[in-house]
């Protein structure tokens, strides 16, 4: 009987892991030496600005995180009720979804409130927005 080795060669890719030199991903398997002359093992803890939330299974912040949109208005008020659950729960998700979509309407407003080309575009929306629950929305459940 032959060995193992002979009998499966035919196959492509059989064996691979027999020989760390013949495994294509073994120069990336290694651990890559330590930087030297860095003194930590994590980064300093960023300071806070602005509220930042984080997740209920963590016991606080990441050291380094992102303060280029602090919450607020009512979609921060929807995102804080929503990091009060925790992230298995699709409410989590859901709420912070639909917090996306309200932080939209808040900055369509926003701009509106800026600039008269501005509400022209949102008035726009709006109108189609309507228009499609109105017209479309109605003539999909018909056809059904």
Known sequence: MESAREEFSNI?????????????????ERMPPRLPGVH?????????????FHSTERPGITP???TS?????VSGMIRRRAYKLSE?????????????????????LADA?????ARVAAGAIVVGALAYLLVMRPR???SR
């Open 88 to 108: 298995n729960d699709i409410r989590h998700w859901l709420m912070l979804l639909f917090a996306d979509r309200v932080d939209v309407v808040e900055g369509l």
């Open 69 to 73: 949109v602090p919450p607020a208005g």
């Open 113 to 117: 409130r800026k600039s008269p080309q």
């Open 64 to 66: 380094v995180f992102g």
């Open 12 to 28: 492509e890719g059989w064996g691979t892991d027999l020989d760390k030199r013949n495994r294509p991903a073994y120069p990336k």
């Open 40 to 52: 930590w093992d994590q980064p300093v803890q960023q300071r806070r600005a602005v509220e930042v």
């Open 140 to 142: 999909a459940r018909r």
